[in-house]
Every structure is written in structure tokens, then in C-alpha cells.
């Protein structure tokens, strides 16, 4: 696909194939003439009044027949609109909230009958997507305060766990021309995850996954430096998953940048990733936001003058804000600083795994076990502060306002294109410009 395909798989719209039709109707009636018309108005009409009844009472079973009934009137995206445009004109508590149940209980109960029907599937998520969803954003964050988060969560995964399973040809399909099938399908989850969820479900889903790696680290793991042995499986299990975790993420998030082909999508998956590590920053886990930043700066991606420059400058200012708290000056201070106070107020943090390995290897080089004939008492202690320290955050729990097992597995297995590959796309999205060489390094070494 060239820089100036029109069709795009990663841009602010929507991830499905669009038609002209589309782009002009803010609603779905699709009209052969002025009777016809006359007819859909009519229908929509009746519904509103309807919807504005029944969502003025506070009785969840009418709201399940409502969801039952309203194909006898109206299509699945009218119904969708008229409950929306209804929580709009009512700007009060009760509205939004209502409206909110109303998608939900359209999602697990109607979802596939209105998806199938009248061969609209495709207009009809591409408005859930691009129309509904945003706009729910929004409203939650602007007119609430962000106070209905959850609720709003619960719509995200629904419609993303009930489009999931549609066939990988509901994308656009200039997003997956060369792909085997099951590539396009992960394709399609990408997209879809992307488009669907906000960077903070998304950062969310991140901490769960490395927290819970994070605990299972036992100290015997890190005694003798063991993970640096030639044959560390057995002995630093744990150890080596942090450090493959680390590696995969870094490497997924550059290969995903890399893969798009047009320039603006580039740009709009580096801001997104941005927008997940100051999520990740939010909420103290440095760990997963170390890994993003290490994606973001590895040569590959680096080197895309072009894309950067379409990169907004908020995003940018952000980067380098988190950047900063993650720089090596002072032997990570502003990092440690964090996480120092973070053990001061007693709160949840994720701690950049890395820099524990790290710590133990300057000790145990900088420090003789043997002081003088006798046991150095000096390195027994910091290695004993180092443990402490890390059980401290293991013993901390994290909650996931949404706990979604299958958007979990979605990010749990994670993979990367080889370092050369990387290059070679690089290259091939942006041309040479007097590099001798763009190889880097993305990964956190078991040996440093």
C-alpha cells in the first residue's frame, strides 16, 4: 500500500472498508424515495418516543424487552442513534448511565441478528467504532468528570470480544492483502484492540499481566547473579520471563509501528503507544513504560524522520516528560526518587525490573564477597536492601477496573520481527540518508 492510499488500516476513523454512503449519513437509512423516507422518519419518530418512556423509568427488565422489540421499527444503528442523541438532549446523572445499559444489553443480546442483517455489518460496526464510541469517550470525560469509567469499560470489551469474531475480511481489506490467514486475524485483534480501547484499558491490561509475572520472582532467583549462568532455566525461571516479557513488548511495539505502510498511520500508533506509557506512568508501573520508551527509541524507529515530524507536539512534550523521569543521569534518580516515594505513601507501584538486575550485578563486581579474611558484611546488606525492597512492591495488588481474561490473552502473548527485519522495514518505509547503519538495541540484557 502506497504513503497515499486512501484506504487506511490505522487512522482516526475506522478500521473497516468504507463506502461513500457511509461517509455522508450520520444515520442508517438507506432510501429509495421520498415515501420510503417518509416511512423511516415515521418509524424513528415512534421509537424516540418510546426510548424517552421507557429510559424515564428505572426498571432494567423494560429496558431487555425494549432491546427485544425495536427491529419491528427500526434498524439496529437507528436504535443505537436514538439512544444516544436521547442521553445527549437529557444532560443529566441518570441519562448516560441508562444509555450505557441499554448498548450493553444491545451488545450481548442483538449484536449479531442487527450485524447479519440487511447486509449493513459493515456500515454498522464501522459507526460503533468510529461514531459511538469516541463520542461516549468524550461525554464520560468531559460532562462526567470520567465518573462512569467502568460502565463505559464494559461497552469497549463487549463490542470488541463480540468482533472479534467476525471473519478477518470485515477489516479493510487493503490492511491484510498479503497476510496468511491467521496473521490477518491478529491483524484484525490489533486494530480492532486499538481502535476500541482506551490507552488506559489498554495500560491496565499490561500491569495485570507483568504484576503477575512480577511476583512470582523469588529472591533465591537472583542469588550468585544465577540468571547469567549458562544454564539459568532452572535456577532464575522467573527472572528470565521479566526479561523475555520486556524484550517481546519493546520488539512487538516497533514491529506494529513499523508494519504500517502509509506514513499517517505510523504516526497515529507512535502517539497511541505514547498515550499508553503515560497511562503506564499514571499508575506507576515503570516497568511496562520503560518498555515502550526503550520501542520508541530503538534505531528503527527512531530514524523515521518524516513520521515523527506528523507526530503531534503534545505527544512529543509527553515523551520527553517520561523520558526524563526514566533517564540514566545520576544512576536513575528521578526514577528512584518515584518509586522511593511511592513506598512513602504506601501505594501501588511496578518497578522497572531491570534496574534490580542491574543493581546486583554492580554489587556483586564492585563488592568481594571476602573482606579481609571475613564475610563482607557491607555487600550481604545491600543485597539484602535490594530484596527488601523488591518484596515490598510484590506484596502490593493492583485492581483492574476491568478484568477481561480474553483482552488479557490478546496482550499476553506478544511478538516481534527479528532486529534485521526491523532494519529492513526501516529502511524500506524511509529511505537511507547517509546512515552507515540503523541496527539498535531493544532489549534488556541478562549479562549486563
Not at 499490561?206 to 523469588?218: A, C, G, M
Not at 532467583?221 to 523475555?244: C, R
Not at 543493581?359 to 563482607?376: H, P, Q, R, S
Request: glycine residues 2%.
Amino acid at each position: 500500500m502506497s504513503e497515499t492510499s486512501k484506504e487506511r488500516p490505522f487512522v482516526s476513523s475506522s478500521p473497516l472498508a468504507r463506502t461513500k454512503s457511509a461517509s455522508k449519513e450520520s444515520r442508517l437509512s438507506s432510501v429509495e424515495d421520498d415515501s420510503s423516507s417518509s416511512k423511516a422518519e415515521l418509524s424513528t419518530s415512534k421509537m424516540e418516543i418510546a426510548v424517552s418512556s421507557i429510559l424515564s423509568k428505572d426498571d432494567p427488565l423494560m429496558y431487555f424487552v425494549l432491546v427485544h422489540h425495536y427491529s419491528e421499527f427500526v434498524t439496529g444503528l437507528q436504535f443505537l442513534t436514538t439512544i444516544f442523541d436521547h442521553s445527549q438532549q437529557h444532560d443529566d446523572l441518570n441519562s448516560f448511565p441508562k444509555m450505557l445499559s441499554l448498548m450493553r444489553l444491545w451488545l450481548d443480546n442483538r449484536f449479531w441478528d442487527d450485524f447479519w442483517k440487511d447486509g449493513k455489518s459493515t456500515k454498522l460496526l464501522n459507526h460503533m467504532i468510529s461514531k459511538f464510541i469516541p463520542k461516549i469517550d468524550k461525554i464520560n470525560k468531559n460532562r462526567y468528570n470520567s465518573r462512569y469509567d467502568l460502565e463505559v469499560n464494559k461497552v469497549k470489551l463487549l463490542l470488541l470480544k463480540n468482533s472479534r469474531k467476525l471473519p478477518p475480511s470485515f477489516l479493510n481489506p487493503n490492511a491484510l492483502n498479503s497476510l496468511e490467514y491467521d496473521e490477518k486475524r491478529e491483524a484484525r485483534d490489533f486494530l480492532l484492540s486499538f481502535w476500541i480501547l482506551d490507552s488506559r484499558l489498554i495500560a491496565e491490561q499490561f500491569t495485570t499481566i507483568e504484576l503477575s509475572l512480577f511476583k512470582k520472582v523469588h529472591e533465591k532467583e537472583l542469588m550468585n547473579l544465577n540468571w547469567k549462568k549458562k544454564k539459568p532455566t532452572q535456577a532464575s525461571w522467573n527472572v528470565l520471563n521479566m526479561v523475555e516479557r520486556f524484550n517481546n513488548v519493546s520488539s512487538w511495539v516497533c514491529t506494529k509501528i513499523l508494519k504500517q505502510e502509509d506514513m499517517e498511520q505510523r504516526a497515529g500508533l507512535i502517539k497511541k503507544f505514547i498515550e499508553i506509557a503515560e497511562k503506564a506512568a499514571e499508575m506507576k508501573n515503570f516497568n511496562t513504560l520503560m518498555e515502550i520508551i526503550a520501542a520508541l527509541n530503538c534505531n528503527p524507529v527512531d530514524r523515521l524522520k518524516h513520521t515523527w515530524e506528523r507526530v503531534p507536539a503534545k505527544s512529543i512534550e509527553t515523551k520527553m516528560q517520561l523520558e526524563e523521569l526514566m533517564e540514566t543521569r545520576n544512576n536513575y534518580k528521578n526514577y528512584r526518587d518515584s518509586l522511593e516515594k511511592c513506598k512513602t505513601t504506601n501505594s501501588f507501584a511496578l518497578p522497572y525490573f531491570g534496574i534490580y538486575l542491574r543493581d546486583l550485578v554492580f554489587i556483586d563486581e564492585g563488592n568481594a564477597t571476602d573482606k579481609e579474611g571475613a564475610l563482607n558484611l557491607d555487600k550481604i546488606q545491600m543485597i539484602a536492601n535490594l530484596l527488601k525492597d523488591m518484596k515490598y512492591f510484590q506484596r502490593k495488588d493492583f485492581t483492574n477496573k476491568v478484568a477481561d481474561m480474553e483482552t488479557q490473552a490478546f496482550f499476553q502473548v506478544l511478538k516481534g520481527l527479528p532486529e534485521e527485519e526491523l532494519d529492513r522495514l526501516s529502511v524500506q518505509r524511509e529511505a537511507l540518508r547517509n546512515q552507515s547503519s540503523i541496527s539498535g538495541d531493544i532489549s534488556v540484557s541478562t549479562n549486563d
